[in-house]
């Protein structure tokens, strides 16, 4: 006999509409997610497409819908460590992470205000520090705090401990491990940005102000480590010339060789974010096509016909900093044929998506291309969705999302 429950992979977008999709019907319904919070990198944004929408507007409504829906039960800071059986009768043994931090939690702050020790912010791309008691963003859900103890000074974690004026600090607390029987798995791992240490040529993660597409969502957020102003990491400015560099590692038999399908689109979004927060600055976009597929092509003429824009057809060659650490981009026109190096206050380099799971093991045997995405296993009852499967904007996202829970759905109901 089949079992009716579902895993599935990822809490992100993808993996919240498809558990949601699923549980709305009558399916119990697994989420596990690796981060402290659901959300997936739509958390990450200032605003995504096609409404310009702050990422609160979208993820509040799923979370109540998770809240509201007993069938749906989510792990974080966990992971799939090991699957067997098959379609129908898959046998999962779940990984989690100690949070440290219990469900007597009210998000109050003592134990941040007590923590002494900080470190690079995972959720700000390394632009700002966290604390090691910390949450990532507001509207953070489950609504806890989480602490770092592997980053926690001697004796800091007892100090945290006290400070918490309703025994919320668990100090002891340990890896778990959970068993699941489930009869299908939707595997939503989304994606990681390409890592800009490996553009040398661009500067990435070298120079201080060259920054990637997500780095600067981050800038650009109110929840984000400058509040939402469009500063220069190196000395806090506002930059009155920036550079977007598109097809930064992608389209490039050295990096990945695919189009990443979203970053012309982010780019000139981003160019909105600059016109409402830096209304002088003075914008150029080298690019080698701009795609702007369907709908999002009327997007793209509202933003050329801005008079402070520049977009030039060309490759970026190099990125080198001058002694006030503005970049100095080295393009040649591929129009005109003329190789100029321009200055600029900051240059934002278009990074593609890998999935997530790129380069590392998977936890059962499914089958990938050579970038890492998962191209299927509907045979073996596991139903690729969202940047798992190729890389996608959010609403695409959603609804592969969608169609992955009917899939998983017709794979138990049907046994």
Same mark, same amino acid.
């Given at each position: 006999?089949?079992?009716?429950?579902? /895993?599935?992979?990822?809490?992100?977008?993808?993996?919240?509409? *498809?558990?949601?999709?699923?549980?709305e019907?009558?399916?119990?319904?697994?989420?596990?997610?690796?981060?402290?919070?659901?959300?997936?990198?739509?958390?990450?944004?200032?605003?995504?497409?096609?409404?310009?929408?702050?990422?609160?507007?979208?993820?509040?409504?799923?979370?109540?819908?998770?809240?509201?829906?007993?069938?749906?039960?989510?792990?974080?800071?966990?992971?799939?460590?090991?699957?067997?059986?098959?379609?129908?009768?898959?046998?999962?043994?779940?990984k989690?992470?100690?949070?440290?931090?219990?469900?007597?939690?009210?998000?109050?702050?003592?134990?941040?205000?007590?923590?002494?020790?900080?470190?690079?912010?995972?959720?700000?791309?390394?632009?700002?520090?966290?604390?090691?008691?910390?949450?990532?963003?507001?509207?953070?859900?489950?609504?806890?705090?989480?602490?770092?103890?592997?980053?926690?000074?001697?004796?800091?974690?007892?100090?945290?401990?006290?400070?918490?004026?309703?025994?919320?600090?668990?100090?002891?607390?340990?890896?778990?491990?959970?068993?699941?029987?489930?009869?299908?798995?939707?595997w939503?791992?989304?994606?990681?940005?390409?890592?800009?240490?490996k553009?040398?040529?661009?500067?990435?993660?070298?120079?201080?102000?060259?920054?990637?597409?997500?780095?600067?969502?981050?800038?650009?957020?109110?929840?984000?480590?400058?509040?939402?102003?469009?500063?220069?990491?190196?000395?806090?400015?506002?930059?009155?010339?920036?550079?977007?560099?598109?097809?930064?590692?992608?389209?490039?038999?050295?990096?990945?060789?695919?189009?990443?399908?979203?970053c012309?689109?982010?780019?000139?979004?981003h160019?909105?974010?600059?016109?409402?927060?830096?209304?002088? *600055?003075?914008?150029?976009?080298?690019?080698i096509?701009?795609?702007?597929?369907?709908?999002?092509?009327?997007?793209?003429?509202?933003?050329?016909?801005?008079?402070?824009?520049?977009?030039?057809?060309?490759?970026?060659?190099?990125?080198?900093?001058?002694?006030?650490?503005?970049?100095?981009?080295?393009?040649?026109?591929?129009?005109?044929?003329?190789?100029?190096?321009?200055?600029?206050?900051?240059?934002?380099?278009?990074?593609?998506?890998?999935?997530?799971c790129?380069?590392?093991? /998977?936890?059962?045997? /499914?089958?990938?291309?050579?970038?890492?995405?998962?191209?299927?296993?509907?045979?073996?009852?596991?139903?690729?969705?969202?940047?798992?499967?190729?890389?996608?904007?959010?609403?695409?996202t959603?609804?592969?999302?969608?169609?992955?829970?009917?899939?998983?759905?017709?794979?138990?109901?049907?046994?």
């Amino acid at each position: 006999m089949s079992n009716n429950s579902i /895993l599935v992979v990822g809490g992100g977008f993808a993996g919240i509409t *498809a558990a949601l999709e699923a549980a709305e019907v009558g399916h119990e319904v697994f989420i596990v997610e690796t981060n402290p919070y659901l959300g997936g990198r739509v958390a990450q944004l200032n605003q995504y497409f096609p409404k310009l929408c702050p990422p609160s507007c979208g993820l509040e409504i799923q979370f109540q819908r998770i809240k509201n829906n007993p069938k749906v039960k989510f792990f974080t800071m966990a992971e799939v460590a090991g699957v067997s059986g098959g379609p129908g009768a898959f046998d999962v043994k779940i990984k989690i992470r100690p949070r440290f931090v219990n469900t007597n939690c009210t998000m109050c702050g003592e134990c941040e205000k007590a923590a002494t020790t900080e470190v690079p912010s995972e959720f700000d791309f390394g632009i700002a520090s966290r604390k090691t008691a910390y949450r990532t963003h507001i509207f953070a859900f489950p609504q806890r705090y989480v602490i770092d103890a592997a980053a926690c000074a001697p004796g800091e974690m007892d100090a945290i401990a006290a400070a918490c004026p309703y025994g919320a600090v668990v100090p002891g607390d340990t890896e778990k491990t959970v068993d699941l029987q489930v009869g299908s798995i939707v595997w939503a791992t989304g994606w990681k940005p390409y890592d800009m240490a490996k553009l040398t040529n661009l500067g990435g993660g070298e120079l201080a102000n060259v920054v990637s597409n997500m780095q600067f969502e981050r800038l650009a957020a109110p929840n984000g480590p400058t509040g939402g102003k469009i500063l220069r990491p190196s000395d806090g400015k506002a930059p009155k010339r920036i550079a977007f560099v598109q097809c930064a590692g992608s389209r490039d038999e050295n990096h990945l060789n695919y189009c990443s399908y979203i970053c012309c689109m982010a780019s000139l979004k981003h160019v909105t974010y600059i016109r409402e927060k830096n209304p002088d *600055a003075l914008v150029t976009v080298y690019y080698i096509d701009l795609r702007t597929p369907g709908r999002y092509d009327n997007f793209m003429q509202k933003v050329a016909a801005d008079d402070k824009l520049t977009l030039v057809k060309g490759k970026v060659a190099k990125i080198v900093e001058c002694e006030c650490k503005s970049p100095i981009v080295t393009v040649e026109d591929a129009v005109t044929g003329i190789k100029s190096e321009e200055k600029f206050d900051l240059v934002v380099l278009a990074t593609g998506m890998q999935p997530s799971c790129a380069g590392s093991k /998977l936890p059962m045997e /499914l089958p990938v291309d050579d970038d890492g995405f998962i191209v299927g296993g509907a045979d073996k009852g596991v139903f690729a969705a969202g940047c798992a499967k190729l890389p996608l904007d959010v609403m695409k996202t959603a609804q592969t999302g969608t169609g992955a829970a009917l899939k998983a759905i017709q794979n138990v109901v049907g046994r």
